[in-house]
């Protein structure tokens, strides 16, 4: 019986090990453009996403460059960079921070849980959030599901992005 529980032990160990060299993730790594017609914006409309996002995809590291409208109506970009299973603090806009870690979420998506942090005319914010990030077979389109926590209630998103 203990041989049998032994074999039984190995051969699982092997199939695990050998599936885990076999997982390949898909690239997110270029340029994405908002398509606004096919995404789900809510209230605040396109200036609830970025109008770009450039990204930069290794084994186990993004660099994400959002390209955003704040409500003023001023342009800028936030630069949020995350390793794989480990948390990071980013800045954001308004001097926000938002800390996050990034998960795959099988082969064509990944998540990130966050925090976000802000303060705003004297008073503090915090809220909390996951984005999941799904690229499309064909890899041009990048989905971009987006669930905020604030003390208003929950906001979701879902911004559609094509390659080019």
């Known amino acids: 019986m203990t041989r049998k529980l032994f074999l039984l032990a190995g051969a699982f160990l092997s199939l695990s090990v050998l599936f885990s060299f076999s997982y390949k993730a898909a690239n997110f790594s270029g340029t994405w453009n908002l398509d606004e017609s096919a ?17 930069e995809q290794s084994t186990d590291a993004f660099k994400m460059v959002r390209s955003v409208t704040a409500f003023d109506g001023s342009a800028g970009e936030i630069t949020e960079n995350y390793t794989v299973g480990k948390p990071v603090e980013n800045a954001g806009m308004m001097n926000s921070k938002k800390t996050g870690t990034l998960s795959w979420d099988g082969e064509q998506s990944f998540k990130i849980d966050f925090d976000l942090k802000m303060e705003f005319q004297g008073n503090s914010f915090e ?5 999941k990030w799904e690229i499309s077979a064909d890899g041009k ?4 599901s987006n669930h905020l926590s604030t003390p208003q209630g929950d906001f979701d998103t879902k911004a559609v992005y094509k390659k080019g």
């Open 39 to 55: 995404s789900e914006l809510g209230q605040f409309g396109a200036r609830s996403a970025a109008s770009k996002i450039v990204i």
């Open 127 to 131: 809220m909390k959030g996951n984005e």
């Open 141 to 144: 389109t990048l989905t971009l």
